[in-house]
């Protein structure tokens, strides 16, 4: 899978690879249903819930030839009603999707994340706006469609704590945080971290990324939000010298999650998962068995390792 997420309304984890979407029990992370959602994405695809409501945004469609730019109309952001696990519609922004041949790989709709109410993300490219944004939509309203030039990211996160995205770029390279109207901004003094993934930590009021290497990078969220100030960050060494981990995931306010408050790193090339906690800034021990775990999903009372072996999700002790 890309990416999987829980629902609290139907209390199930939906899943996402490509065009197909898949529906989890949230307890024993067994496999009950599968749907197409959408014909001729390719992926990778990522997902967001809202009301009951399931977001789906794709990427990149099939090409006959990509040594051109072309428009990928299937590219866009797809509906489904979690409940009845059924398509509803989709926003018709992929016909606007189109690229040069050298930037082509990238068209589509990345990263969502929702604040309750707007959904956020990265768009590849599109006719109707300079090439590559960071934007925002009300799904009940899509002419609110806003958006500001963004050249690349790899990650998003939704803080609803300081009202701030925080945005993971490994080309500039900076960590970011700018605000949902998209009128202030702060990044990292440091200047020079190719961030892949992004997180927040309620519990310390932290900013947590990965590198794709051993460590964890971390700073303060306490200037952001009035003030705006660039931030210093730290790294600290897992000492797991093979763990490349692209994702990071807090788990926040859930009093019976057995991890409440502390940060989940999936580690797809070792096949582990690390433990990390915030308030001390140290790892537990490596939790092995799993299978290029490279998302995690948290749920009230568990949580689970996204894997892109046969078995979709694997329970973190």
């Not at 009300?138 to 806003?146: D, E, H, K, T, Y």
């Not at 763990?243 to 070792?270: E, M, Q, T």
Request: hydrophobic letters at 40%.
């Amino acid at each position: 899978m890309d990416q999987a997420i829980y629902e609290p309304t139907t209390q199930k984890i939906f899943g996402v690879r490509g065009q197909w979407l898949f529906k989890f029990n949230s307890v024993t992370g067994a496999i009950e249903d599968t749907l197409r959602f959408a014909a001729n994405v390719n992926g990778p695809s990522s997902i967001v819930a809202i009301g009951g409501l399931l977001y789906i945004g794709t990427t990149v469609g099939m090409s006959t030839d990509v040594s051109v730019g072309s428009a990928y109309p299937d590219a866009d952001i797809y509906v489904v009603n979690a409940a009845a696990f059924v398509f509803v519609s989709r926003f018709n922004f992929g016909s606007k999707n189109s690229l040069p041949a050298s930037e082509s790989q990238i068209c589509g709709w990345r990263y969502l994340v929702t604040d309750g109410t707007n959904l956020y993300g990265w768009n590849g490219g599109c006719l109707a706006f300079p090439n590559k944004q960071l934007f925002s939509v009300n799904p009940s309203n899509l002419a609110s469609f806003n958006s500001t030039s963004f050249d690349f990211l790899s990650d998003i996160y939704c803080d609803t704590v300081n009202s701030v995205l925080w945005l993971a770029d490994n080309a500039t390279p900076n960590l970011w945080a700018i605000d949902f109207a998209f009128t202030n901004q702060a990044f990292d003094t440091n200047g020079t971290l190719p961030v892949n993934g992004v997180t927040y930590n309620s519990a310390q009021n932290k900013v947590l990324a990965v590198k794709g290497d051993f460590g964890v990078v971390w700073g303060s969220a306490a200037g952001i939000n009035p003030g705006f100030a660039n931030f210093p960050v730290f790294t600290v060494n897992s000492g797991e010298i093979n763990a490349n981990p692209y994702r990071i995931k807090s788990v926040n306010g859930f009093g019976l999650n057995p991890h409440n408050g502390k940060v989940l790193v999936p580690c797809w090339f070792d096949d582990t998962v690390l433990i990390f906690d915030p308030l001390t800034n140290s790892f537990s021990a490596p939790l092995t068995g799993f299978t290029s775990p490279i998302d995690i999903v948290v749920t009230p009372t568990a949580n689970f390792a996204v894997q892109s072996g046969i078995t979709g999700l694997r329970l973190i002790p």
